[in-house]
């Protein structure tokens, strides 16, 4: 199942505009109407880039659909790269505590975390 995410986080991670950090990530989010991907995209003004993670979520609530249900991310390090804290923050407004976040590199998975793990005591707000 985690097959095709893989293959499409892989390839949308060779559009990423990284010219800054040189540092290619994409991203594949399923939700019930399909697969989303992004990639990140960096801006000279640096704190106006985009993660792949932001991108892909962008892409499933433009196609109409705000409920994850799995997520998966690639990217080519000798570490491990879970999503940054803000990307943990976006991914909780549209995943639940049990949504399987998986990281990817090269070599095939390299950790799968739920969104509880990645992100224990997530703020929510809620409206009156
Ligand atoms: N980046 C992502 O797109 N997703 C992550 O999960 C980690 C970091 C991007 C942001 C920036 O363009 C580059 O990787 C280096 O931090």
């Known amino acids: 199942m985690t097959d095709d995410l893989y293959h499409m986080a892989r390839a949308v991670r060779e559009n990423a505009h ?4 040189k540092f290619k990530v994409g991203a594949a ?3 019930r109407n399909g697969i989303h ?5 960096e801006n000279a003004a640096l ?4 993660c792949a993670e932001g991108g892909a979520i962008t892409s499933m609530v433009a196609a109409g659909d705000k409920e994850i249900l799995e997520v998966l991310v690639y990217a080519e390090s000798d570490s491990l790269v879970a999503p940054c804290g803000g990307c943990r923050q976006k991914l909780s407004e549209f995943a639940g505590p049990d949504v399987k976040v998986t990281m990817a590199g090269p070599d095939g998975i390299t950790a799968t975390m739920k969104m509880d793990e990645l992100l224990p005591a997530a703020f929510l707000f809620k409206p009156a």
């Open 18 to 21: 990284a010219p800054y950090s």
């Open 29 to 31: 989010i399923r939700s």
């Open 37 to 41: 991907v992004g990639c990140n995209v």
């Open 47 to 50: 704190p106006d880039g985009i």
